[in-house]
């Protein structure tokens, strides 16, 4: 079988990608304002990495190539850049290359858009940028919950009676004035517009044009209501290997449909939020953010550490005298501290992301808690040993060594259990465990540690 040859130019085109040696050259370019070089440098370029140079690039430097750059920055783009920085971008945009922009998209790229976006002025020049059908099923998409699959949603679908055959799926196909870009299955409906299968393009491609669509239909069909979760939707995406669901109303009638690319999207913001907010970061937070607003994202739970590490203060003033008799109890408080604090934190991530991926349930979070505990015990067991080694041989005190390892073995122990318990106690009382967990666990851990560390060396030191 002969494949298709692609030339040199072709090849060299296709490899092309933003690195940093590009990014420098657009930035000297930027400096110079060459436009000739600009043009050169972003011209191959995908909408993705452009983006992600509006993204990199200093406020400054962006009006400058927006302003500069023969190119549009077009829906593509839009829909890539960050959504911190797409009111700037559009603010300064020409009207005209706005509308152009979001006419290029699809309805779920225009919604997200929308839903962003602070300046309502935006938002009514780009609604009045869209066709009626357009404006109408947008609006329709924005009237359901915010995070819900009605937003999630995309109208651009294709649909055929459940009785057709390939054949008639087919010319229907090849004759159609308007197909979405891009979509992956035929959703078969009855005749009051409800979803009972679809067919893959693979499928109608490769079955004779008698069969029946419904001889071929999908065992994973399934369809989703308009206000259900996008994390509902995306967890069903990643658990069943969707590739696009058809999304219904209250009486079973097919709204939209949602496809793979938006699923992803939604699993990466959840993964990144998790691991934001871990951190005591705010979801919101990007390197594109000013300095201000970095600050306004971060006090809070700066703050919160701030009461803990009082609380953790506390405890070690009620043993202020023993610390002041035995000077070495203060040059090994860190040492238990930071094991507690990071054994902890290694149970917390665990738990946090197996609850975001329903791996940790109420089924088996009672063997994951004796997990975790004897893994601690058992760590806590072997650097006990090192530690009692560290106390003889630095402080020539065996009592000492006794000391720093049970007290390092009860530490590691509590962080196991306070690592999966914490996460899951806040899950059941409302709260996103991988937003309030770190500051409780770390407390749990600080506290613990300095009161069994301090209060064993005043009941065998002393």
Known sequence: MSEPQMNDDDSLEDEIELDEPRLRLIQIALDERDQTALDDLLEPLHGADIADILEQISSAERGTLIALWSGHIDGEILSELDESLREEVLDALPAEDVAEAVRELDTDDVVDLIENLDDDDQAVAIMGALNEADRFAVE???SYPEYSAGRLMQREVVVAPSFWTVGQAIDFLRTAEELPEQFYHVILIDPRMRPVGHVT?????STSRDTPLSEIEEESFRTFDATDSETEVAYAFNQYHLISAAVVDEDDRLLGVITIDDAIRILDEEAEEDILRLAGVDAEESISNRTLGVVRRRFPWLFVNLITAILASIVISQFEGIITEIVALAVLMPIIASMGGNAGTQSL????????????????VWRVIRREVIAGGINGMIFAALMAAVGVIWFGSPMLGVVIAVAMVINLVVAGLAGVGIPVVLEKAGIDPALASGAFVTTVTDVVGFFAFLGLAALWLI
């Open 140 to 142: 329709r998409a924005l």
């Open 201 to 205: 393009l693979g499928k109608i491609l």
């Open 349 to 364: 991530t665990v738990a946090v992301r197996a609850l975001a991926t329903r791996d940790l349930t109420g089924a088996n």
